[in-house]
């Protein structure tokens, strides 16, 4: 079967007798949220709305690299003790900047649905995330968002747990992408589902992690001067061809939806 090419990105329909149904998409788009969907590290960000919007030395210090989310849960039972309440969070949420050009890449992936599945597989919360998608307008273009559980308690405290266990050395200890990106294909083939190629939007040490393992059909989109895309630097300086997805680095989103789009052309 072919795709038709009747203008890039159109529905093509299975022909048969007496029937004709849609393609299942072909490829597989994985988005990072902090410093990639939006410009900034959402967890920082909400201690814009803590008094002085600025946290105590003493919860600072508490702080140990590989356990972010434990230090998130302090941040945030001390701002829940400062009155901080839902209304404060979500505001603090739907006002973070997305980053440059992502209004266009997701409206090229808006106009694309039948071609790309869209998954989010973030270490903020749930919540931060939907509030934002809801209000840019974008929260519908994701199939399944991958993140921490948070809720608000019978306080009103905002609440944080972590998303997993896992083996991994290389991973903050709740959560590695990796193995999330892989189950996720795995159950997608169980469901005749399986792509041809995967597309992976990041910017961190952690989603270096998962994109070092997609094969030579894959393309990996570190963002331009940021950790991910300085240890794929590193490792093709170490173990030349050992990461073996394509790496295209951006500054712009809009870079991002220009290559995609010329992928489309190229299929036709």
Known sequence: MKRCCEGVGLPCLFKGVGMASPRPPKYL???????????ENSDDSIVRAAPGQALPEHIRQTFREGFYNEYMQR??????????????????????????????LFQFLSK?????????????????????????????????????PSSFDKRGYFTLGPYHSHKCLDCPANMCKRKILTEYLAERAQEEVEFERVFYVGDGANDFCPSATLTSADVAFPRKGYPMHRMTQEMEKK??????????????????????????????
């Not at 309440?85 to 603090?92: I, Q, R, S, Y």
């Open 112 to 148: 694309n649905h039948e071609l790309f599945e869209v998954i989010l597989i973030s270490d903020a919360n749930m919540f931060g995330i939907e509030c934002k998608l809801r209000a840019a307008g974008f929260y519908s273009l994701f199939r399944k968002i991958f993140s921490n």
């Open 239 to 268: 173990q030349p061809g050992a990461f073996q997805a394509t790496v295209v680095p951006w500054e712009s989103a809009t870079e991002v939806a220009r290559y995609l789009q010329e992928l489309l052309k190229k299929k036709c």
């Open 75 to 104: 941040v945030l039972a001390y701002m829940g003790d400062q009155g901080v309440k839902m209304g404060d969070f979500k505001t603090v949420y739907e006002n973070i900047p997305l980053s440059p050009g992502m209004p266009d």
């Open 29 to 39: 788009l994985v988005f990072d949220f902090d410093e990639t969907i939006i410009n």
